[in-house]
């Protein structure tokens, strides 16, 4: 029996579909240019207080598997602002920045399909979701981008990535600004 072709209508969907995920990746590409083209100016930024920190820290995350520095500016800024006021400004900045992975992975995951690391991260986030997001993002590692890019392609809600990843970077973000406030304060008195 022969598929009747489809309606217009139901092709709508596939094609906004497409094109959010073209655009997605657009706008990944985008920043991570921008991010690594910046990356010598960045610190320049921490004038501006905790709005400054939130910058840095979104550009250095908004990144994909691209190192950007973030945190030695988190570590330095914590011994002139208050460490949780540091931490609270790279946590959010960090969550909003992460959004360049998953949006990377609802693009399309072509790009690292086959890759070990990326299929065991995956796994994991398809198994424990949100809990693996916030484990993973404590950890300080390069590769949390491939968490977001695994969260992205398993089509999780935005605000529950996020609701995920702010507190894992905010425990990791604080601990790190901590870290400099103890060291800078010894070393400056």
Do not use: C
């Amino acid at each position: 029996m022969d598929k009747a072709p489809a309606s217009a209508a139901s092709r709508k969907p596939t094609w906004l579909v497409n094109l959010s995920r073209i655009l997605a990746l657009v706008i990944v590409i985008g920043v991570t240019v921008a991010a690594y083209l910046l990356k010598d100016r960045i610190e320049n930024f921490a004038v501006y207080g905790y709005p400054g920190i939130f910058l840095i820290t979104l550009l250095a995350y908004a990144t994909v598997l691209i190192p950007v520095p973030g945190l030695a500016v988190v570590f330095a800024m914590s011994g002139l602002l208050h460490p949780v006021g540091v931490a609270a400004a790279a946590a959010a900045g960090a969550a909003v920045g992460e959004l360049s992975g998953y949006l990377a992975g609802y693009s399309g995951r072509a790009v690292i399909e086959n890759w070990k690391r990326y299929e065991k991260i995956t796994a994991w986030v398809r198994k424990y979701g949100g809990p693996a997001i916030l484990v993973l993002a404590v950890i300080p590692n390069p590769v949390f981008d491939l968490v977001g890019v695994a969260a992205g392609v398993l089509k999780m809600p935005i605000h529950k990535f996020l609701l995920w990843v702010f507190p894992g970077q905010f425990i990791k973000m604080l601990v790190i600004a901590y870290g400099g406030s103890l060291s800078i304060g010894r070393l400056f008195g």
